[in-house]
């Protein structure tokens, strides 16, 4: 049997843990820079604690990375250095160099790195993607998303240094969602707005230009103090257009056309976190196409820091294209 083992013992380390195990596959070992936080996940998963990256790597076939973002590139090398195969939370990491220095040891020792993107398994953006796709609204000309909610914890997550903010940390969804519809992003400009005094409170909108010539009007934001996130994305062409708009529940209403309705029934959602790790699976094992390159979180990283540098000096950024 598989053994996975699982880096970070907090929220997303859990989640992930929870879907392994749905799966049928070993979580084995459990290692988190926080012995306490590790501690509860492995008696919760049934693994190991591991006292060391290190130790975790000998133990497992496969390393799934859910710790902070400023860790991830340190492991996810280590991991790879050893041959063992990587899934790593969104952001792949939080400075470009880092990021490429992850995808150059994939690509050299020919060993996975899947990047876990996971609106892109939200079954009604990727009914809407395959819409896009097709060709239902002809040439996409204007893209708009929103992502909203409330802030999703403390600690490493309001350290700027750390997380990135809401930009890097959750706006980097809606760039990713948007570059797989629209194609590759040449210009980002960006303003934010922040709450003094509110540990995470800030709301940023984003106009992006697309190498396609679409425009784009994406906005994330850890503002809402309470309920459910608020979500919406709508891709306009110059055959129709398709929507989506969702809670939680992340129900989908999409058409195009008047005269050519394409409603979709308002039904109870696939885990998209189930979705995706039994996708990465299927990439390990049978060989299927990643839907989500190592090369595609590098380029959502490389979007949402000109996105983080707009915000800061009040410019837009143009794109440099990513090195090889």
């Known amino acids: 049997m598989l053994r996975v083992g699982i880096v970070g013992a907090g929220g997303m380390g859990g989640t992930h843990a929870d879907r392994w195990r749905q799966l049928g596959v070993n979580v084995a070992a459990v290692y988190s820079r926080s012995p306490a936080s590790a501690k509860r996940l492995a008696e919760r998963a049934g693994a190991a604690v591991c006292e060391s990256m290190a130790d975790l790597v000998a133990q497992v076939d496969l390393v799934d990375i859910c710790s902070p973002t400023t860790a991830h590139r340190d492991q996810a090398l280590l991991a790879l250095r050893a041959g063992r195969p990587v899934i790593c939370e969104k952001p792949l990491a939080r400075h470009l160099d880092e990021g490429l220095d992850m995808v150059r040891a994939a690509e050299e020792t020919a060993t996975p790195l899947y990047v876990a993107h996971v609106v892109r398994f939200f079954p009604e953006y990727t009914r809407l993607h395959a819409l896009v796709a097709e060709g239902a609204i002809g040439r996409p000309g204007v893209y708009r998303s929103s992502r909203v909610g409330g802030m999703p914890g403390q600690g490493w997550f309001t350290d700027d240094e750390a997380s990135g903010g809401v930009i890097l940390d959750l706006m980097i969804h809606e760039f990713d969602f948007a570059r797989w519809c629209c194609g590759e992003v040449e210009r980002v400009f960006v303003r934010q707005a922040r709450w003094p005094g509110t540990p995470g409170g800030e709301h940023a909108l984003a106009v992006v230009r697309f190498v396609g010539g679409a425009i784009g009007h994406i906005e994330a934001g850890w503002s809402r103090a309470a309920g459910p996130r608020l979500t919406q994305v709508e891709v306009a062409g110059d055959g129709g257009l398709v929507e989506v708009r969702g809670t939680a529940a992340y129900t989908l209403q999409g ?34 196409p990643p839907l989500v390159t190592a090369r595609d979180g590098l380029a959502a990283l490389s979007i949402s820091l000109a996105a983080l540098e707009s915000a800061a000096t009040g410019w837009p950024v143009t794109l440099e294209p990513l090195p090889q």
Do not use: V
């Not at 005269?259 to 299927?288: I, V």
């Open 255 to 288: 058409y195009a056309r008047p005269d050519k309705a394409l409603w979709f029934p308002d039904q109870p959602p696939d885990d998209p976190y189930l979705m995706q790790l039994r996708h990465f699976l299927d990439c390990l094992t049978n060989g299927t």
